[in-house]
């Protein structure tokens, strides 16, 4: 592809997102002023948050975002696991593979280095504010490790393609020209590099174009090419074998590439009613403690002063019998207290908008608390935060992990392709996530089986052939798995096996020995037993043989 095409379609997708940037700039003045940079340029000391009377809505975008982060990419636990088809029948040697290669990702992903907690907590906000992100994963400039990057909004574009998945990314970034010498030790415009050596700070407007291969191939699917806009000239032109930008969506509309967040749309115009309450408070709340004055003309002398020890001259000849030369204005106190009952009720439906009401697990249990209605209040928690979680967890999270994977495998950090077990091979490799989601899905799971015992234990009383059903071994271990009782306190499969014919064993023997005792205890009761007439002289019954 020729520079100039490539500017000519870059230009027309920037275009077309204008209007975009203008509502993004709109939220994040209400939401999220650090981010307010997409139609001005800010220099470094500007207060930012200088419009805003109160930072209630601030307040919740920030503790939205930092909730994503902390309950589903948690630092403190291991919040990803590698899988494959059919995880359940998988043997020992290709599980021990998946954990090494589970254990080397994490490593790699949380190296110092790569930025990795960095760019997800900027994405993190991003996503809530504006409903999607930019994340870009890749490997550093050295070649030794990744490198995670979250981009401004303001100066990505992308399109879908026919399928709705996105797989062209427009970037515009500068550079400075010694940074771009760095970057690219080969392929730069003479001019850039004479401004690397004779001015090294001057800014360099390039672009990165990520698109589908024109001569696409089963492994090289997509082109990466850097431009240099200054100079019409393409600095790097490779081929690609995955789409290393990753952008989630929140909230998608039909006919538009963009997404939008709920949150956001709903909070809104509540943000705005409650900016223009907090300063009518204000006013109210000051002249309650000020009130304006009221003062008889040509009765004072001197300005007024209302200062602590302040003095106001009075005409001495003013005669106070025709009333007071200067006293306070009446002021009616009595719509303030409805006035900050509406705004905490608008504060509360802002919390609403942003799920904060329903990211925490409704209380349970109880002494009258039947387990049918815990069951039922963890359901109704999983699906009043199934529109914020499942999102991040499939566009998401799932994106960043496979992405990772792909990378990591072709640099070889997982080892040689020849010492993948054979049973894994061909298998497509999936991620599962611990969140809140989960854990109370899997709350969920050991509610039913408590349930399904009780149903059983009350159908037996009328068919006792009922109490063979139910796989009473297998449930109970999935039972006390999702619960969080940890694995080193559940024996294997095998070992409870070996103990259960142990004590079967030993059930038989103490049968046996048990009725050896009643035989042997027959035995002599029937020896001792007197002969009745006529059978024999001696008066016994002779000993069986």
């Not at 280095?113 to 996503?127: I, P, Y």
């Not at 392929?187 to 696409?216: S, W, Y």
């Not at 009130?291 to 005669?319: F, I």
């Not at 040689?416 to 996530?433: A, C, H, I, T």
């Amino acid at each position: 592809m020729k520079a100039e095409d490539l500017l000519q379609q870059s230009k027309k997708l920037f275009s077309a997102k204008e209007s975009l940037n203008n509502l993004w700039q709109n939220i994040a003045l209400n939401f999220y002023p650090e981010r307010a940079d997409f139609t001005v340029t800010r220099s470094l000391g500007t207060e930012l948050a200088e419009d805003l009377a109160t930072g209630t809505p601030v307040l919740l975008r920030r503790d939205l975002g930092n909730a994503l982060g902390s309950m589903l990419r948690p630092t403190n636990k291991e919040w990803f696991h590698t899988r494959v088809d059919r995880w359940d029948t998988i043997g020992s040697e290709a599980r021990a593979w998946l954990e090494m290669t589970e254990d080397r990702q994490r490593k790699a992903m949380y190296h110092k280095d790569t930025q990795f907690v960095r760019a997800t907590k900027e994405a993190d906000h991003d996503f809530v504010t504006f409903g999607q992100a930019v994340m870009q994963a890749t490997v550093n400039s050295r070649a030794s490790g990744m490198l995670y990057r979250t981009w401004h909004l303001r100066d990505v574009a992308w399109e879908e393609n026919a399928d709705g998945a996105i797989d062209t990314v427009y970037r515009r970034w500068s550079a400075t020209a010694r940074q771009l010498l760095q970057i690219f030790p080969k392929g730069l415009h003479p001019e850039t590099v004479r401004a690397a050596r004779e001015q090294p700070f001057t800014k360099i407007p390039m672009l990165h174009c990520f698109t589908p291969n024109d001569k696409e191939t089963q492994r090289m699917r997509f082109k990466s090419i850097y431009l240099d806009c200054l100079n019409e000239h393409i600095v790097e032109e490779v081929e690609m074998p995955y789409f290393e930008y990753i952008i989630p969506r929140w909230q998608t509309v039909s006919g538009s590439q963009y997404a939008y967040s709920p949150a956001v749309v709903v909070g809104t115009p509540d943000a705005r009613t409650l900016q223009e309450m907090t300063i009518t408070l204000l006013e109210a709340g000051e002249k309650a403690v000020s009130p304006p004055l009221l003062g008889v003309q040509g009765a004072l002398r001197s300005d007024v002063n209302v200062m602590a020890g302040g003095l106001t001259w009075v005409d001495r000849e003013y005669d106070e019998r025709l009333g007071e030369v200067l006293r306070p204005l009446t002021i009616d106190k009595g719509g303030i207290p409805l006035g900050v009952d509406m705004s905490d009720r608008i504060e509360a439906r802002l919390r609403e908008a942003f799920y904060l009401d329903k990211l925490t697990l409704p209380p349970v249990g109880g002494p009258d608390m039947t387990a049918y209605e815990v069951g039922q209040r963890i359901q109704e928690h999983i699906r009043q935060t199934l529109p914020l979680f499942e999102p991040v967890e499939t566009d998401y999270n799932a994106p960043i992990c496979e992405l990772t994977f792909e990378i990591l495998t072709r640099f070889g950090v997982f080892g040689s392709p020849f010492l993948v077990p054979e049973e894994l091979r061909g298998k497509n490799v999936s991620f599962m996530f611990e969140s809140p989601l989960h854990d109370a899905a899997e709350k969920a799971k050991a509610q039913r089986y408590l349930e399904a015992v009780s149903l059983v234990a009350n159908a037996v009383a009328a068919d006792p052939s009922v109490a063979f059903i139910l796989d009473n071994k297998k449930a109970a271990r999935d039972a006390l798995q999702v619960s969080g009782v940890p694995n080193a306190w559940i024996r294997s499969e095998a070992d409870v096996d070996a103990m259960a014919k142990a004590q079967e064993q030993q059930q038989q023997a103490a049968t046996l020995l048990e009725q050896m005792k009643a035989g042997s205890e027959v035995a002599k009761n029937i020896g001792l037993t007197p002969t009745p007439s006529g059978t024999g002289s001696t008066g016994e019954r002779p000993m069986p043989v």
